[in-house]
């Protein structure tokens, strides 16, 4: 009985944030269709103890007699249709690219392919003063697959030191670095929520950007402290890896896909591409606390080798140096910002030994 009451909690308190989150109602409304909603469940829940209760007493008086068992299915079965209608209007909500984006995500990647020379739509170069204050520009790059040379794990922390957002920066032998973010596609005005996150709240979407952009907001922009790890990754692996990259930006252009904070995150999609290559990744924890997830790598074998983690991690942090980009006092600041940024990274440009 507890776990069936616990089950029915779960049920009410999920379709609460589903209302909440998507119903097309005004916060008022959407209140009292939650209130309803509870209230319908609650009663149906204490009808049900109640009886369940009462039935387990040997000794009855005309004071403790069982709930009637048709007052009880009538609350059910009540209660039962309104949990069908709202599975059945939860099933119908669909995902859709014809929304007011806000402009860091207003435009989908898409890819011209022809062998190994790769023509990208919409990358993103934006020059970011603040959040708010910014430059559009979207541009048409090419390149050659034949011509890549590393792969990056960056951790942008944002959330304290066990969340943090997943980003990939793939390098080509001629000093440019391309990134791919996958991150919700919010509307002009909307913020992130990760509880929303669970309940339809977003669109998918994924971003290849050149790093001076998708780097440089987190650091400069947005305060978060940001991590780049050399990934110890053979080439022959790295274009398949990009292709793939390419592949799932394909599948959300010709069908929207609906963000999930568990299941379809920057973090999950990466694992899951990268799991196409090495189907013997394991599933792990730090796969869901991100901010864990380069200790996950360096267990794996995948960071520059020869390093302990701790070691990684300190030569790894680019926010100062990143920082040190826009100071005109700083040697930094007359370099490309990538260049810049990996500047003692282990792997890229070998540090003096660390203790």
């Not at 269709?33 to 609650?42: D, I, Q, R, T």
């Not at 000093?175 to 596609?185: D, K, P, T």
Request: proline content about 6%; glycine content about 6%.
């Amino acid at each position: 009985m507890l776990l069936a009451a616990g089950g029915m909690l779960a049920v009410l308190a999920w379709g609460a944030l589903a209302l909440w989150f998507q119903l097309p109602l005004p916060p008022w409304g959407r209140v009292l269709v939650m209130l309803a909603w509870l209230a319908l469940g609650l009663r149906t829940l204490g009808l049900i103890i109640m009886r369940w209760c009462r039935q387990l007493r040997t000794h009855r008086n005309d004071h403790n007699r069982p709930v009637p068992i048709p007052a009880v299915w009538r609350s059910l079965c009540a209660w039962g249709t309104a949990w069908l209608l709202l599975l059945l209007w939860w099933a119908s909500l669909a995902p859709s690219h014809q929304r007011d984006w806000a402009d860091d995500v207003a435009r989908l990647l898409s890819a011209e392919r022809h062998g190994s020379q790769v023509t990208l739509h919409n990358v993103r170069n934006f020059q970011w003063r603040s959040e708010t204050d910014y430059d559009v520009r979207w541009e048409i790059r090419q390149y050659d697959l034949d011509t890549l040379v590393s792969a990056d794990l960056i951790l942008s922390y944002w959330m304290g030191p066990h969340i943090a957002h997943t980003l990939v920066s793939f390098g080509f032998a001629d000093g440019r670095q391309l990134v791919f973010s996958a991150e919700i596609r919010k509307e002009r005005g909307e913020a992130f929520s990760s509880i929303g996150g669970f309940f339809k709240e977003f669109e998918l979407v994924l971003i290849a950007a050149d790093e001076n952009d998708i780097v440089r907001t987190r650091t400069n922009a947005r305060g978060e402290d940001v991590y780049l790890y050399r990934l110890n990754m053979p080439k022959t692996q790295l274009r398949p890896w990009f292709e793939r990259f390419l592949d799932t930006a394909a599948d959300i252009e010709a069908r929207p896909h609906f963000y999930h904070s568990l299941t379809s995150n920057c973090t999950t999609i990466v694992f899951g591409l990268a799991r196409q290559l090495d189907p013997g990744l394991p599933l792990d924890w730090r796969l869901l606390l991100s901010g864990h997830l380069a200790r996950y790598a360096y267990d794996l074998g995948a960071l520059a080798p020869g390093y302990r983690f701790e070691a990684l991690q300190r030569a790894g942090r680019v926010t100062e140096r990143a920082l040190a980009t826009d100071d005109p006092a700083s040697p930094l600041a007359d370099m490309p910002f990538s260049a810049a940024i990996r500047q003692g990274v282990p792997g890229i440009v070998r540090p003096d030994p660390m203790p």
